[in-house]
C-alpha cells in the first residue's frame, strides 16, 4: 500500500536538469513512482547549461523525501540541488508574540502604561481582587500547560519539545476565539509538580487549558487542579476531543438514522482521549459500548487501572471478550490507538451503513480505501474529509467560558459545546455526508462560546453576561473614584 502522505511533510525540491523536451512530465513521473503526491512544478529559470525547477510535493517522513529525490535523480538525470521544508521554515522564530493593546507614544502614555499611573491600579486591584478581570489581561488569557509527556503521537518527548506545540495551539486560540493563550511548558517530574507550579501562576489567567500530558496523571491533575483554582481547568486531550467526537456521531447518526441508546460501539485505545470519550458516551445515552485497551476488551476483572476498572463496571453488557466478536453487527467504531490496532478487514463484519472514527495520527487506523462505500469515515487528519479535531471546540469553548467568567468546567457546558458543533452542519451537508464543520467557519467558534456562556449563565445562576464588545469595560464598581 502507498504510504499516506501528509501537508506536514510538503517539501520544496530544487532540480538542476539537462534540456529535454519531456523534463516536466518525467520529473512528475518520478515523483509518482516513488508515491509522493505531487503539488507544484515551477520552473525557476532555463539557461544554456540546462533548468531549474522547483518541485513541490506531499511526502510521508523524512525518509521518503530522501527517496523521491533519489528516485528523481535515478529516472530523470536531474540533481536535486537542495530541499527546503516549509513546515520548518513556517515555525522561524515561533508562530507567536506579544503585542501592544495600547500604544506607547508620548511620556503621558508612559507614565499611565506603567509608573507612577499603574501604581493606582495595582492598589484597586489590591483592594478589590475582582477588578482584575477587567483592569488587567486576565479576563481574556488562558494558560496552556503541559509536561510534555504524551505529545502528539511522539510520546514522552519533554516540554521543551512540546513548545512548538503549544505555540500551534496559542496560534488557534487567538485567531478563531479571540483569546490570549500562553504555553507554559513544566519541567516536571509528578503530578503534585504539576499542580503546585499551575497553581502557582495561576493568578495571571482566567482559564487554565492541560495539553498533551499523559495518562493517568492527566486525570489526577485536571481534578486536583480544578479542586484547588476557581478558574475554568480544561483538558483538551479528553473533553475537547470527546465533544468533537460526540458531535459527530449525533450527526453520523442522524444521517444513517439511529439513536444513541440503540447503537452497540466499539471503543478501540483507553488513553486520556478514549476515556473521556467513553464517559461521555456513556453518559449520553449509549448502553451498548465494548471498550479495549492494549490488552485487550475491558472487564472487571482484567482491569487494572482505576479509570479502566470505573469503565468495565459500566460497559459491556453482553460480556464479549475480544475485539473481532465486537465488532460484528456493531454501528459504530471509535480508534483512538494507532494504526494496526484494528483489523480492516473487520469492518465487513459490522452492520450496514458503519459509522467508523479512525482518530489515530499520522495514520489512523482505517484508511478510506479499506471501507466500504456506504460507511460513514472521519479521521483526525486535515486532508481527509470529516477531521475530528479538538480545535472545533476549545477556542469558542475557552471564548465563552472567559465571557461567563466561569469558575469550573460542567457537564452542561461540554454538552452545549457538543450541540453547537452538531448544529452547525447544515442538513445540505448531513446530505453528503458532512458531520462537522470545519475550524475555519467563523459561526462555529461564535455558535460555541454563546452556548457555553449561556450553560454557565443558566446553572450558576448569573446574570445575562457581557458581549464580546463590552467584555474588556470595567463596571462602575471596578473604576475608583
Known amino acids: 500500500m502507498a504510504p499516506v502522505t501528509s501537508a506536514g511533510y510538503t517539501v520544496t525540491m530544487r532540480v538542476v536538469a539537462p534540456h529535454e523536451p519531456a523534463l516536466l512530465p518525467r520529473l512528475a513521473t518520478a515523483v509518482s513512482d516513488a508515491n509522493g503526491v505531487l503539488t507544484g512544478l515551477d520552473l525557476v529559470e532555463v539557461t544554456?547549461?540546462?533548468?531549474?525547477?522547483?518541485?513541490?510535493?506531499?511526502?510521508?517522513?523524512?525518509?521518503?523525501?530522501?527517496?523521491?529525490?533519489?528516485?528523481?535523480?535515478?529516472?530523470?538525470?536531474?540533481?536535486?540541488?537542495?530541499?527546503?521544508?516549509?513546515?520548518?521554515?513556517?515555525?522561524l522564530g515561533g508562530k507567536i508574540e506579544v503585542r501592544p493593546r495600547t500604544p506607547i507614544r508620548t511620556r503621558q502614555d508612559l507614565t499611565?502604561?506603567?509608573?507612577?499611573?499603574?501604581?493606582?491600579v495595582a492598589a484597586a486591584i489590591a483592594a478589590r481582587p475582582e477588578s482584575a478581570w477587567t483592569l488587567t489581561a486576565k479576563g481574556n488569557s488562558v494558560a496552556i500547560v503541559t509536561d510534555g509527556t504524551a505529545v502528539l503521537g511522539l510520546g514522552n518527548i519533554g516540554p521543551l519539545a512540546a513548545l512548538?506545540?503549544?505555540?500551534?495551539?496559542?496560534?488557534?486560540?487567538?485567531?478563531?476565539?479571540e483569546v490570549n493563550a500562553y504555553p507554559i511548558c513544566l519541567d516536571a517530574r509528578s503530578p503534585d509538580d504539576v499542580v503546585r507550579a499551575t497553581v502557582a501562576v495561576a493568578p495571571g489567567f482566567g482559564g487554565i487549558n492541560l495539553e498533551d500530558i499523559a495518562a493517568p496523571a492527566c486525570f489526577l491533575v485536571e481534578s486536583m487542579l480544578q479542586a484547588e483554582l476557581d478558574i475554568p481547568v480544561f483538558h483538551d486531550d479528553q473533553?475537547?476531543?470527546?465533544?468533537?467526537?460526540?458531535?459527530?456521531?449525533?450527526?453520523?447518526?442522524?444521517?444513517?438514522?439511529?439513536?444513541?441508546?440503540?447503537?452497540?460501539?466499539?471503543?478501540?485505545?483507553?488513553?486520556?482521549?478514549?476515556?473521556?470519550?467513553?464517559?461521555?458516551?456513556?453518559?449520553?445515552?449509549v448502553r451498548d459500548l465494548v471498550i479495549?485497551?492494549?490488552?485487550?476488551?475491558?472487564?472487571?476483572?482484567?482491569?487494572?487501572?482505576?479509570?479502566?476498572?470505573?469503565?468495565?463496571?459500566?460497559?459491556?453488557?453482553?460480556g464479549v471478550r475480544d475485539v473481532r466478536t465486537a465488532m460484528r453487527d456493531a454501528d459504530v467504531f471509535i480508534g483512538t490507538a494507532r494504526r494496526g490496532s484494528i483489523d480492516?478487514?473487520?469492518?465487513?463484519?459490522?452492520?450496514?451503513?458503519?459509522?467508523?472514527?479512525?482518530?489515530?495520527?499520522?495514520?489512523?487506523e482505517l484508511l478510506p480505501q479499506e471501507v466500504g462505500p456506504d460507511a460513514i469515515l472521519a479521521t483526525g487528519r486535515s486532508d481527509l474529509p470529516n477531521q475530528l479535531n479538538n480545535a472545533l471546540c476549545f477556542p469558542g469553548f475557552f471564548r465563552g467560558a472567559l465571557d461567563a467568567r466561569a469558575t469550573k468546567v460542567?457537564?452542561?457546558?461540554?454538552?452545549?459545546?457538543?450541540?453547537?458543533?452538531?448544529?452547525?452542519?447544515t442538513e445540505e451537508q448531513r446530505a453528503i455526508g458532512?458531520?462537522?464543520?470545519?475550524?475555519?467557519?467563523?459561526?462555529?467558534?461564535?455558535?460555541?462560546?454563546?452556548?457555553?456562556a449561556d450553560a454557565w449563565r443558566r446553572e450558576s445562576g448569573a446574570g445575562p453576561g457581557r458581549d464580546a464588545a463590552d467584555r474588556n469595560t470595567p463596571t462602575a464598581e471596578e473604576v475608583p473614584r
Open 410 to 425: 460542567t457537564v452542561a457546558m461540554k454538552l452545549a459545546a457538543t450541540r453547537a458543533i452538531a448544529d452547525t452542519v
Open 344 to 364: 480492516p478487514e473487520w469492518v465487513r463484519l459490522m452492520a450496514p451503513r458503519p459509522i467508523l472514527f479512525a482518530l489515530s495520527n499520522p495514520e489512523p
Open 112 to 120: 499611565m502604561a506603567y509608573t507612577p499611573g499603574v501604581g493606582r
Open 292 to 318: 479495549a485497551d492494549r490488552d485487550g476488551v475491558l472487564t472487571e476483572t482484567a482491569a487494572s487501572l482505576p479509570h479502566h476498572r470505573e469503565l468495565a463496571a459500566r460497559s459491556n453488557p453482553r
Open 434 to 452: 458532512v458531520i462537522v464543520p470545519t475550524m475555519f467557519q467563523a459561526q462555529l467558534h461564535q455558535a460555541v462560546a454563546r452556548a457555553v
Open 48 to 91: 544554456t547549461a540546462g533548468a531549474t525547477v522547483d518541485v513541490t510535493l506531499l511526502a510521508l517522513d523524512e525518509a521518503h523525501v530522501q527517496q523521491v529525490a533519489a528516485t528523481i535523480e535515478a529516472k530523470t538525470g536531474a540533481r536535486v540541488r537542495h530541499t527546503s521544508d516549509p513546515t520548518f521554515l513556517y515555525h
Open 164 to 177: 512548538p506545540v503549544m505555540e500551534g495551539k496559542s496560534l488557534i486560540f487567538k485567531e478563531f476565539g
Open 239 to 285: 473533553h475537547g476531543t470527546a465533544i468533537v467526537v460526540l458531535a459527530g456521531l449525533l450527526n453520523a447518526c442522524r444521517i444513517t438514522g439511529r439513536n444513541f441508546p440503540d447503537v452497540r460501539v466499539v471503543l478501540v485505545g483507553c488513553g486520556a482521549a478514549g476515556t473521556a470519550i467513553s464517559l461521555a458516551l456513556l453518559d449520553a445515552g
